[in-house]
């Protein structure tokens, strides 16, 4: 990735923050080198401030962090787009987005995946899928295995009941399973896109 920081006598450039689930623009900030650096490493987005003049992480008093899922360079390499998942409210009004929109979304798996990227990147002991993130790759690529085997017994049945449960059970676990390999449904989707796409 090529950003061009001198273009910028300050030697910062802009951070657009567009939530990674909903696609809503969540607010702007600006980053210079070491702030794009520590939000590559500690994956949690931090921005220069020009008002305290020191390298800011957001949620660091809030405990609203901006849970980074990709960051994209312009074609001029002098902005960038960063994907992340929030926590919490962005704006310091409280509002979801500095623009006082309101950021939801109507699919339902969208959503749940940012809730498995949340247990994931800030784990609870109450929390099943923390637990399972825990445990490493090994385990959930063997839940995955598990759930595929108990949906192929399932189907040979006639108990709808059982072949739905079991059908969202072995779903939930390849989510579980992409996101520890740092991937989403989309990342799938776009490989099944290319499959089809128009001779």
């Not at 980074?68 to 919490?88: E, H, R």
């Amino acid at each position: 990735m090529n950003i061009d920081f001198q273009k910028s006598p300050d030697g910062l450039v802009p951070a657009i923050i567009q939530d990674a689930a909903t696609l809503k623009v969540l607010m702007l900030g600006y980053m210079n080198q070491e702030a794009l650096d520590k939000t590559l490493q500690e994956k949690k987005v931090t921005f220069f401030s020009r008002s305290r003049q020191r390298l800011w992480t957001k949620g660091e008093e809030s405990g609203n962090f901006l849970l980074l899922q990709d960051v994209k360079v312009d074609c001029d390499n002098d902005t960038l787009l960063i994907k992340a998942n929030p926590v919490g409210p962005v704006c310091h009004t409280g509002a979801d987005t500095c623009w006082n929109e309101q950021n939801v979304s109507n699919d339902f798996l969208a959503k749940l995946e940012a809730v498995i990227t949340n247990r994931k990147n800030n784990p609870s002991d109450n929390s099943y899928t923390s637990r399972l993130f825990a445990k490493g790759i090994n385990k959930i690529a063997q839940k995955v295995g598990e759930e595929a085997v108990e949906i192929v017994i399932e189907a040979k049945d006639n108990n709808e009941a059982l072949f739905l449960n079991e059908g969202a059970d072995l779903l939930f676990h390849y989510l579980v399973l992409l996101s520890a390999k740092g991937y989403q449904l989309s990342d799938v989707l776009g490989v099944l896109k290319e499959r089809h796409k128009p001779e």
